[in-house]
């Protein structure tokens, strides 16, 4: 069983950079996927991006890519994601959630774990 905490989302004006952090629980979180995904109002909850057991390989969602960058400390137990040029449209719930596999995933049905999500509102 894993528990995951996200933290770090708030209020932030457009080009704005924020670093979001999920904290896991467990022994073996080295062995996890992780995943990053969003959900605005009335919109499906879209990939953002993943990370491998490892953190040697990354995957990154169109609207996001080079603007975010996903990194993940094992010996702490916590997958980031650096949020940089920030727009209106990446106001939504950030959630994290791994998946008991190592390699990357981007279909959110895949992950085992989900963590309560943090609030991201960006103010144009």
């Known amino acids: 069983q894993v528990q995951l905490v996200e933290s770090g989302g708030g209020l932030v004006q457009a080009e704005d950079s924020l670093r979001l952090s999920c904290a896991a629980s467990?022994?073996?979180?080295?062995?996890?996927?992780v995943g990053w995904f969003r959900q605005a109002p009335g919109k499906e909850r879209e990939f953002v991006a993943a990370?491998?057991?490892?953190?040697?390989?990354?995957y990154y969602g169109d609207s996001v890519k080079g603007r975010f960058t996903i990194s993940r400390d094992n010996a702490k137990n916590t997958v980031y994601l650096q949020m940089s040029s920030l727009k209106a449209e990446g106001t939504a719930v950030y959630y994290c959630?791994?998946?008991?596999?190592?390699?990357?995933?981007?279909?959110?049905?895949?992950?085992?774990?989900w963590g309560q999500g943090t609030q991201v509102t960006v103010s144009s």
């Open positions: 990370i491998s057991g490892s953190g040697g390989s990354t």
């Open positions: 467990g022994r073996t979180f080295s062995s996890y996927g």
């Open positions: 959630a791994a998946r008991r596999a190592s390699l990357i995933q981007v279909n959110r049905y895949e992950y085992d774990y």
